[in-house]
């Protein structure tokens, strides 16, 4: 059973920062696309930053130059620095990650999600 595990969310003020971690465990043979999304309340849930296992990058325009998203292929883990926060990036972020079973299933897995709130 594939789990992925956040971490790292909280109350920062604006304008300051916060990483988020997730770290994905489980028997697979292959771990493709992984991102992370977000949910505001009242709000449908939105890509923020994607990263495909060559290293490829996505962002969505909102946060394009103040987050960054990276992966450690090694550790199956994947980050999302967030610089620059403000309170419109107050939501609850989930860690996505696209994977290939053992016996070839491509399967989608997300994480149980973290709380983000920017706020003075």
């Known amino acids: 059973q594939v789990q992925l595990v956040e971490s790292g969310g909280g109350l920062v003020q604006p304008g300051g920062s916060l990483r988020l971690s997730c770290a994905v465990s489980?028997?697979?043979?292959?771990?493709?696309?992984m991102g992370w999304y977000r949910q505001a309340p009242g709000k449908e849930r939105e890509l923020v930053a994607a990263?495909?296992?060559?290293?490829?990058?996505n962002y969505a325009g909102s946060v394009k130059g103040r987050f960054t998203i990276s992966r450690d292929n090694a550790k199956n883990t994947v980050d999302l620095q967030m610089n620059s926060l403000k309170p419109e990036d107050t939501a609850v972020y989930y860690c996505?990650?696209?994977?290939?079973?053992?016996?070839?299933?491509?399967?989608?897995?997300w994480g149980q999600g973290t709380q983000v709130t920017v706020s003075s």
């Open positions: 489980g028997s697979m043979f292959s771990l493709n696309f």
């Open positions: 996505n990650a696209d994977y290939t079973t053992n016996v070839g299933r491509k399967v989608t897995s």
């Open positions: 990263i495909t296992s060559g290293g490829n990058t």
